[in-house]
C-alpha cells in the first residue's frame, strides 16, 4: 500500500546511509518534487515535517502556493521559465534552481519585490550539453556568475544540473564531479561563499551525494508515480 511515510523514512534512511559513506553529516537537503502530486499529498508529507518543496509548472504552482499558504513551506521553483513568466515566479517562491540565462536573472531581479528578502537561485547548468536540456554550458557559466553577483534582489546559492540519465553509476558520479569543480572554481574565482549543489534525483541521489550535493530533489520516490 502507497503511504508517504514510508516512503519519507526510506529516503531519509538512503540521505543517511550516503552521507555516512561520504563522511558527511547533516549536509544534505530534501527537497520534496511536488509536481503533478496533489494538495493532500503536501499537506500529508508537510505534516511529517518536510518544509520544502519544488514546484515545475508555473500555473499549477500558483494554484498550489495560494491554496495552501496557512502553511509555512518553502516553495522552490525547480521548472523551465519563459521569459514572460518571471514575475509570478519571483514573487512567490523562496528559491529558484533553474536560472539558465542572464536575461531571466535579470527580470526576476527587477520584479522582485524591494520589501523581501533575495531571491534565492542557482544557475542551472547543462553538463552533457545534451540540446533537449536548458542551461549554461561548463563554459559560459563563469561570465554568468560574473554578472549575477551584481544584481541585489538575487543571492547566488549555487548550481543545478540534471545530468544525462545513466544506470551506472560511475557515470552518474563523474557528472556530478565536474558540477562540483566548477561550483568550487566559481567560489575560488569570485570569492564566493556559494554553498548550494542542487544535484541527484530519486534514481540517483546517492551518486549525488557522494560528489558533494546540498539539495537534492526527490519526487517520485517520495509520492509515487505523478498524478497526470
Ligand atoms: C521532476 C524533477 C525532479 C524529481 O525527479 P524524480 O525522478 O521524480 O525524483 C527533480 N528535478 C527536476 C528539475 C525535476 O523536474
Not at 559513506?21 to 503536501?42: C, F, G, W, Y
Not at 533553474?98 to 535579470?106: E, F, N, P, T, Y
Request: net charge positive; charged share 20%.
Amino acid at each position: 500500500m502507497f503511504s508517504i511515510k514510508n516512503n519519507y523514512q526510506q529516503i531519509q534512511q538512503r540521505i543517511l546511509l550516503a552521507e555516512q559513506q561520504a563522511n558527511r553529516v547533516d549536509e544534505v537537503q530534501l527537497l520534496a518534487v511536488s509536481k503533478r502530486h496533489t494538495m493532500d499529498k503536501i499537506v500529508s508529507l508537510h505534516q511529517l515535517g518536510q518544509l520544502d518543496f519544488g514546484e515545475s509548472y508555473l500555473q499549477e504552482a500558483i494554484e498550489k502556493i495560494e491554496q495552501l499558504q496557512q502553511y509555512p513551506i518553502i516553495w522552490h521553483f525547480i521548472g523551465p521559465i519563459q521569459s514572460n513568466k518571471t514575475r509570478p515566479i519571483a514573487q512567490l517562491f523562496d528559491w529558484v534552481h533553474s536560472v539558465d540565462r542572464l536575461k531571466i536573472a535579470q527580470r526576476l531581479n527587477d520584479q522582485r519585490y524591494q520589501g523581501k528578502t533575495a531571491l534565492n537561485i542557482c544557475l542551472q547548468v547543462n553538463i552533457n550539453t545534451e540540446t533537449s536540456k536548458s542551461g549554461f554550458s561548463l563554459s559560459e557559466v563563469n561570465s554568468a556568475v560574473e554578472q549575477v553577483i551584481n544584481l541585489p534582489q538575487l543571492k547566488l546559492r549555487g548550481l543545478m544540473a540534471i545530468p544525462k540519465k545513466s544506470a551506472y553509476i560511475d557515470q552518474q558520479k563523474q557528472n556530478f564531479a565536474l558540477l562540483k569543480e566548477k561550483f568550487n572554481q566559481l567560489n575560488q574565482q569570485f570569492s564566493l561563499n556559494m554553498d548550494t549543489l542542487s544535484m541527484g534525483m530519486s534514481g540517483d541521489l546517492e551518486a549525488a551525494i557522494s560528489q558533494g550535493a546540498t539539495i537534492i530533489r526527490v519526487g517520485s520516490a517520495l509520492f509515487g508515480e505523478r498524478d497526470k
